[in-house]
């Protein structure tokens, strides 16, 4: 094998890119000139010709970027930006994967380093988009993995893949969704005595005793004449509109859909005004009020907002707590907390609803919320128990006490080889069945045999048991462990819960030794 120098990358098609950082130029010089010629920016080609322009300086920036590597360390640039960075002052490198936003969208790669101080950084190249750009971009990673090695002092000898499932990837989308979920909720929640109070003298509020007292500025209540002279009905997501003759006592009135749709024109009405603001339209065929959120409301969205808020928070949490994980560590699920902040909206947002400034003074609404708030601390400590970091192998003294191979029942195993072999083609398998035969990769959990396909277990040899890291792709939940085994001079991987991989690896130990 010849030894790598040096390594340059840079984007594929690049006169693609110089023709559109060209039109760009065009297009801005275009823009710039017509606007100055009409002394205006409300012109549909200048318009064009800004966004060409933008187009082109995005179609530089990329044009321009470049990533190089030889004896000395990592070179980039791009538009904006240019470093060198030499092998000693790298700890290591990483694979840092980006999921495309859909099941079905490809995931993206890309090649980072990791500092001796402690920051990071995401080279511009290599970079794959599309399955026909791994392998090229797995070649890429090779040469810098062996200019690493071999000019630098690399913590590990092997490249970690981070997800946004693992420990190395700092969840900044979940905390800033945590933030912003909680910032909506804090308003709501200060705004429910407001509302409270408001409901409640609205609901007190009394005719004024002469319509010079009220004019519709006072706590009491006033009504008015008018004419509707036109509708204005809008989609539902709208404002409507109802307009007076002659705009008295206001030109138009923003009402709902069904308002609007109850009124025609020429309609009398009487408008009811409290505080300023018109409340109540009443016709003859149709009445139409202005809406008061109650104070409950708005503790059920607060309430509903803190609760949403605790999704991202439980990310937030794993992280925190997974610090000291390898990078590539997958995380364990936040499904066990969704479970429980599920739960606690079951009492929680009914309890707020009925009583949104307080439980105290109800015996029956303090007991609501002492016995809610046990099952939710209960359910936490449970969800924290399930969401443990396991070493691998800590299930095994335990398990040692189940029944051993050569089991009359047969027993089927959630359990996936994440290697296509010829007992597992095209990655069919989803469980293995132990028992009543040899174990066996099969596509379904059972009952029977159907379409199994038997393990050559006289062929493998057990070569070592791990948690879950990014690189073993997402088909592999954050809790369970993998199973490295060397299948005739192949190593191939076999992912399942601890006890359940515990149980297999014991039915191929006569093989593994």
């Known amino acids: 094998m010849n030894e790598v120098r040096e390594v340059i990358q840079h984007p594929p098609r690049r006169r693609h890119l110089w023709f559109l950082t060209g039109l760009g130029a065009a297009g801005g010089l275009f823009a710039t000139v017509r606007g100055v010629r009409l002394g205006t920016l409300l ?22 970027t470049r990533t190089g ?6 070179r980039f640039r791009t538009l904006l ?42 080279l511009p190249w290599p970079r794959s988009r599309s399955p026909r750009e791994r392998a090229e971009f797995d070649a890429r990673v090779a ?30 989308a979940a905390l800033g969704l945590c933030a912003l979920l909680l910032a909506g909720a804090g308003p709501a929640a200060w705004s429910v005595p407001e ?44 404002s409507s509109w109802l307009y007076f003759s002659g705009g008295r ?9 069904e308002g609007a749709q109850g009124f025609g024109p020429g309609d009398g009405v009487e408008l009811t005004l409290w505080r300023g603001k018109v409340m109540e339209v009443s016709g003859a065929r149709h009445v139409w009020r202005e809406h008061v959120p109650a104070a409950g409301s708005v503790a059920v969205l607060a309430a509903g907002l803190v609760l949403a808020a605790g999704l991202p928070g439980a990310r937030v949490l794993l992280y925190v707590r997974g610090r000291r994980l390898p990078d590539d560590a997958v995380l364990p699920s936040v499904f066990p907390f969704a479970g ?132 073993d792709g997402d088909l592999v939940p954050g809790g369970w462990h993998i199973a490295e085994l060397d299948d005739a001079g192949r190593t191939v991987r076999l992912a399942a819960a601890p006890a359940d991989l515990d149980r297999v690896i014991r039915e191929l130990r006569p093989a593994s030794g």
């Open 43 to 64: 012109d549909p080609w200048l318009g064009a010709g800004a966004l060409l322009a933008l187009l082109g300086v995005l179609a530089l920036d990329a044009a321009v």
């Open 69 to 74: 590597a030889d004896p000395y360390g990592v």
């Open 81 to 122: 930006r240019r470093r060198n960075v030499p092998w000693g002052d790298i700890a290591g490198l990483r694979i840092v994967l980006r999921h495309g936003g859909g099941s079905r969208a490809p995931e993206a790669r890309r090649l980072g380093l990791v500092l001796r101080d402690g920051r990071r950084t995401v």
């Open 143 to 172: 040469e810098f993995q062996a200019l690493h090695t071999r000019y630098g002092d690399p913590d590990t000898d092997r490249v970690p893949v981070l997800s946004h499932r693992t420990a190395g990837r700092v969840p900044a």
């Open 195 to 238: 509302a409270a109070a408001r409901a409640r003298e609205w609901r007190s509020a009394l005719p004024c005793p002469s319509p010079a007292v009220g004019a519709g500025h006072h706590d009491c209540l006033s009504t008015v004449p008018a004419v509707i002279a036109r509708t204005e009905v809008n989609r539902p997501k709208r």
């Open 249 to 257: 006592p206001l030109e138009r009135l923003a009402v709902s859909r």
């Open 340 to 471: 429980v902040l599920a739960g606690t909206g079951l009492w929680l947002l009914p309890l707020c609803f009925r009583h949104p400034t307080g439980v105290a003074g109800s015996p029956g609404a303090l007991l609501w919320a002492g016995a809610g708030s046990a099952a939710t601390l209960a359910g936490f400590v449970l969800a924290w128990r399930a969401t443990g970091v396991r070493a691998p192998g800590a299930d095994g003294p335990e398990a040692e006490h189940g029944d051993g191979g050569g089991e009359a029942a047969e027993v089927f195993v959630a359990a996936r080889f994440l290697e296509a072999t010829d007992y597992n083609p095209h990655l069919f398998g989803t469980h293995i069945v132990l028992g009543g035969g040899p174990p066996a990769v099969t596509p379904h959990s059972g009952p029977g045999r159907f379409a199994a396909k038997p393990i050559p277990v006289e062929r493998l040899a057990l070569k070592g048991v791990r948690r879950a890291r990014g690189g």
